[in-house]
T-cell receptor, first 112, second 114 residues
Framework: GEDVEQSLFLSVREGDSSVINCTYT??????LYWYKQEPGAGLQLLTY?????DMKQDQRLTVLLNKKDKHLSLRIADTQTGDSAIYFC????????????FGKGTKLSVKP | NAGVTQTPKFQVLKTGQSMTLQCAQD?????MSWYRQDPGMGLRLIHY???????DQGEVPNGYNVSRSTTEDFPLRLLSAAPSQTSVYFC?????????????FGSGTQLSVL
């Protein structure tokens, strides 16, 4: 069945790079997404990558996509305490355009 | 700049009570949806709507009803609350077509059923 897998926790020191990994199952997804949830808030779209791309860079964020292995990663350079949040990977739910399947989320803790 | 507004923010119900979680968006989005977020389970889709008058079931629809009489509003009704419905509920909306997956979320309703 469809599933999106992520590790649940990641802890880094301020200034280091963070890498959050995700594996997905549906290779027909046109886009793959990263959403961010800050404490007590709803999710917000952080970035996304078109499925025919290998990499997308957006300021401190780098998204890498390996379609062969169905592996998606989010790298945050120079991680700050304000980056502490839960990060969700998401893919398109098969046969249901616009409905996403979310991973369980990776809680990123940034230590000063 | 209201975006997606959910009310109430917190609610405590007794088993068997009914209530409606409200969701309104002011961005003229055609697509609206409800998710629940549970620890260790991520987000699961309850119901969604692709436009006024059209609703459909998601992954976990049992125990919930929705309606979409206007573009702006998409209320979620709990008919007879159960402790298993204790969760944080998020409403989300988006434009149609290729932008549908780029969701705007409300700030959530934390529901406890005793």
């Amino acid at each position: 069945g469809e599933d999106v897998e992520q590790s649940l926790f990641l802890s880094v020191r301020e200034g280091d790079s963070s890498v959050i990994n995700c594996t997905y199952t549906d290779s027909s997804s046109t886009y793959l997404y990263w959403y961010k949830q800050e404490p007590g808030a709803g999710l917000q779209l952080l970035t996304y990558i078109f499925s025919n791309m290998d990499m997308k860079q957006d300021q401190r964020l780098t998204v890498l996509l390996n379609k062969k292995d169905k592996h998606l990663s989010l790298r945050i350079a120079d991680t700050q305490t304000g980056d502490s949040a839960i990060y969700f990977c998401a893919e398109t739910r098969r046969g249901s355009q616009g409905n996403l399947i979310f991973g369980k989320g990776t809680k990123l803790s940034v230590k000063p | 700049n209201a975006g997606v507004t959910q009310t109430p923010k917190f609610q405590v119900l007794k088993t068997g009570q009914s209530m409606t979680l409200q969701c309104a968006q002011d961005m003229n989005h055609e697509y609206m949806s409800w998710y629940r977020q549970d620890p260790g389970m991520g987000l699961r889709l309850i119901h969604y709507s692709v436009g006024a008058g059209i609703t459909d079931q998601g992954e976990v629809p049992n125990g919930y009803n929705v309606s979409r009489s206007t573009t702006e509003d998409f209320p979620l009704r709990l008919l007879s609350a159960a402790p298993s419905q204790t969760s944080v509920y998020f409403c989300a909306s988006s434009y149609s077509g290729s932008l549908r997956e780029k969701l705007f979320f409300g700030s959530g309703t934390q529901l406890s059923v005793l």
